[in-house]
């Protein structure tokens, strides 16, 4: 909501300046988003009068001003097409900045002196979208009898500061000046100053032969009509289109002008029909038939349905109540007599009316938050004053106004006690009082009670609590002093569990991964871009029953094209490398038991791409991972059936004998599904349930050796074929109870040792626990693993 202070200081005495202001209003709950500076730089521009105008003798599109300021004549050569002699303008002297940055001087126009410039609307600042019409192409021309001489901000309010705030959906009475003057009026404790509505109705009375008839009782409490003849449609007077342009709104008439004025005065969304198109004078609100077509004011027909509610005569549709009229009805300049419609209408229905028909209107964005009925009345008298007091038309005597159920003000007590024990404060129940008097909130003391009548434009207010946080926000939250709580408190922290998960994720960002945070809801496609096989669990999605859209239509089994998007997306933007994880939840159906909620799984994914990265640098990441938790006897067996991964670099983790996922280069038409025809991705999927419950990170002592090792080098030739696994099995099985480590360090292929063939090398460790080894003794078990690695692998020692 866009409020010109100016506008708001007619209704309400403001005793601060805008920036404190600004600052109390947010603090009693009226947030301000900003406060916006109009005009500026606008101080020197001057009210000029154009004498005479003379074509350009040297330029067919010139035109010689002479101009006159009150006490000086300029000549002034302009190419506008809307400039007449007599014309008030806005004139920038020599030595003028314009708002635009442009410095006017004395300037030759094919040998013509112009000594200034005529200003337009968009040269002073105003956007281009909110210029009425008339002005959009030419010079501003400023209303009959401005002082001549006089500075422009003196006759027009183009220098303004403006406040815009943010209105919450639950506040509608604070869409509008009004409703915001009494929120500044409490926050201050001030007064306001309400407009007073006089009348002189000097038309004939109109009443008798015109009717309204209220159909929908659902879609529409309270209707209102006024009628106005010998209208006479032009431009608003420049004052109010200034306010109109600060507010948000583009001028465009002053009959549409006053209803907009009057919409933001007082929140009542207002309408003009033409009185000469309704037939018989007789206005019907009924509900819209199903497959009825009308066009609205834009130009678009809209197809309606029986959830819609229309303004109608006996002949056809003159409006979408609450939203926006028809053009068959629309006021133009050949208007001579309006009938002003000021309602009521159903909020659910006027917001899904609006949804349905993609048409969202100043209107509608009001209706939709519940407007207050009692205020119907009151802008239609606002508006017909205006148009009274600015010439527009002649009021007839009389109002239809149909309001079948009228609202009543709620009526509750409220308990001082309880006001002081919620918000911590010592107020007095008077004090009390007069914060709810200032909110229009009709408060007495009753015994230990008070008794408050609730106005009816305060919808929010709906119990004891409501009342509390009203008291609370004027007197000022900040003035309450902090304390702790009361009662047995528990002191927050982190699970066990938590704490492990927060070290996983340290452990991987510390080995460069970024973690990534992606939705649960996905589409049902996104397993087929991984290759899942029909059959699998992983397709036996858990369905959402209002989805947004396919694409995120059920909960993911796996996250692996979560991750696989993420990747793809940074590769698509020229990221060269990277690596990524996620910890998150997957979601399995139980199948065969009905309203079962589904099996909750969290799981880790780990993802890498770029030149360094390949499948030992990822399975490099993840031994780390596991080290660093505590997991030990970790297994990674060849995989070579799994559809995700690349048949010869995948591999199965097990962990004690659990499994614990995968890890390997993505298969290389799962690339393809991501358009990553020439980049390889690794991928480490891990259950995280069983990471969790496998860690433990509790430390383990024991005393340094007291005696020395030795030390065995141990080269082998083998087929190349035979996995280095089988020979760490053998190792570890005879090695022997003084082995207390062994190391791979070597891995050779070559002419030297044959085609087929490799060489792999381990350093082994020896040490005896209470006593010196002797080299006979470690040479013997070396002999008999030989033995065994060649009876089991067909191994010799490498010479």
């Known amino acids: 909501m866009l409020v010109p202070v100016n506008w708001l200081k007619e209704y309400v005495n403001v005793n601060v300046d805008v920036d404190e202001l600004a600052d109390k209003m947010t603090m009693s709950g009226s947030n301000v988003e900003e406060v916006k500076q109009w005009g500026e730089g606008l101080d020197k521009i001057i009210v000029g009068k154009i004498t005479k105008i003379d074509v350009h003798p040297r330029a067919d599109k010139l035109v010689i001003a002479q101009v006159t300021t009150g006490n000086k004549s300029l000549q002034i050569v302009t190419g506008a097409q809307n400039v007449e002699e007599g014309n008030l303008i806005p004139i920038a002297v020599e030595g003028t900045k314009l708002p635009n940055g442009m410095v006017i001087e004395e300037t030759d126009f094919r040998g013509e002196l112009s000594q200034g410039m005529m200003c337009s609307p968009d040269e002073l600042g105003i956007p281009k979208h909110m210029i009425p ?27 303004e500061k403006v406040i815009e705030f943010e209105i919450t959906s639950n506040r509608p009475d604070c869409l509008s000046v009004l409703g915001l003057a009494r ?53 608003s007077p420049q004052w109010m289109q200034q306010r109109l342009i600060q507010a948000g709104i583009r001028p465009i008439s002053n009959v549409v002008d006053i ?233 927050g922290g982190l699970s066990e569990r938590q704490k492990m998960e927060e070290r996983i994720k340290n452990a991987l960002i510390s080995c460069g991964c970024f973690e990534s945070l992606t939705y649960s809801f996905v589409s049902p496609s996104s397993v087929d871009a991984i290759r899942i096989a029909p059959g699998s669990f992983k397709r036996d999605f858990v369905k959402l029953l209002n989805p947004l859209g396919d694409e995120t239509s059920v909960m ?22 990277g690596r990524f994880f996620e910890i998150g939840n997957v979601f399995y159906a139980k199948m065969g038991e009905e309203n079962a909620l589904p099996l909750e799984v969290r799981e880790l994914v780990i993802g890498s791409f770029g030149k360094e990265e390949d499948f030992f640098a990822l399975k490099g990441v993840v031994q780390f991972l596991l080290t660093k938790i505590g997991i030990d006897e970790v297994v990674y067996e060849a995989e070579t059936n799994h559809p995700s991964y690349h048949p010869g670099r995948c591999a199965t983790i097990y962990a004690k004998g659990k499994l614990l996922g995968n890890l390997g280069e993505i298969h290389p038409k799962v690339g393809q599904q991501y358009d990553l025809d020439k980049e390889r991705c690794y991928i480490a999927e891990l259950n995280a349930d069983l990471l969790l419950d496998m860690a433990s990170v509790a430390p383990q002592y024991k005393a340094l050796p007291k005696y020395p090792s030795i030390v065995r080098d141990l080269a082998l030739v083998l087929e190349e074929t035979i996995p280095v696994k089988a020979i760490e099995d053998i190792l570890k099985e005879h090695g022997g109870e003084w082995m207390e480590s062994f190391q791979l360090f070597d891995i050779y292929q070559g002419d030297q040792i044959g085609k087929g063939l490799k060489s792999v090398a381990y350093t082994m460790t020896f040490r005896h626990p209470e006593r010196t080894l002797k080299d006979g003794e470690v040479d013997g078990i070396i002999k008999n693993v030989v033995k065994v690695l060649e009876e089991s692998t067909g191994a010799e020692l490498r010479a």
């Open 133 to 159: 019409e008339e002005f959009k192409d030419g010079i501003w021309i400023l209303d009959p009898g401005a002082p001549i001489g006089a500075m422009l901000t003196e006759v027009i309010p183009v220098a």
């Open 183 to 235: 929120e500044t009026a409490a926050t201050l404790d001030t007064e306001t100053k309400f407009p007073a509505i006089t009348l002189k109705e000097e038309g004939v009375d109109w009443k008798k032969e015109s009717k309204v008839a209220i159909e929908d009782l659902e879609g529409c409490s309270r209707y209102t009509a006024r009628r106005i003849s010998n209208v006479k449609i032009g431009p």
């Open 259 to 491: 209803t907009n004025y009057v919409m933001l005065e007082t929140g009542q969304p207002l309408h003009a029909f033409d009185a000469d198109k309704i037939k018989d004078q007789h206005i019907i609100v009924r509900q819209a038939k199903d497959g009825e077509i009308f066009k609205t004011l834009d130009g678009v027909e809209r197809n309606l349905t029986s959830e819609m509610t229309l303004i109608a005569d006996s002949q056809g549709a003159l409006g979408i109540a609450g939203v926006m009229g028809g053009e068959e009805s629309e006021v133009t300049k050949d208007t001579h007599t309006i009938i002003l419609e000021s309602a009521n209408f159903n909020q659910e229905r006027i917001r899904k009316t609006s949804q349905l028909l993609g048409l969202r209107t100043e209107a509608s964005s009001r209706f939709e938050k519940g407007m207050d009925p009692e205020g119907c009345l009151l802008a239609s008298n606002r508006a017909c004053q205006l148009i009274e007091e600015l010439d527009v038309g002649v009021i007839d005597k009389g109002v239809l106004d149909e309001y079948p159920n009228p609202v009543k003000q709620m009526k509750t007590t409220l308990r001082p006690d309880r006001v002081n024990a919620l918000l911590g404060t010592d107020l007095s129940v008077e004090e009390m009082v007069r914060i709810l008097n200032k909110l229009e909130i009709q408060s007495k003391v009753v015994g230990d009670k008070i008794n408050l009548t609730v106005p009816t434009f305060r919808k929010d207010l709906q119990q004891e609590a409501d009342f509390i946080e009203e008291i609370g926000r004027i007197y000022g939250f900040d003035k309450i002093k902090p304390t702790l709580m009361k009662g047995d408190i528990m002191v």
């Open 556 to 577: 993911r089994t796996t996250i692996v094209p979560n991750m696989m998007e993420v990747m793809a997306r940074n590769i698509h933007r020229n990221v060269t490398e």
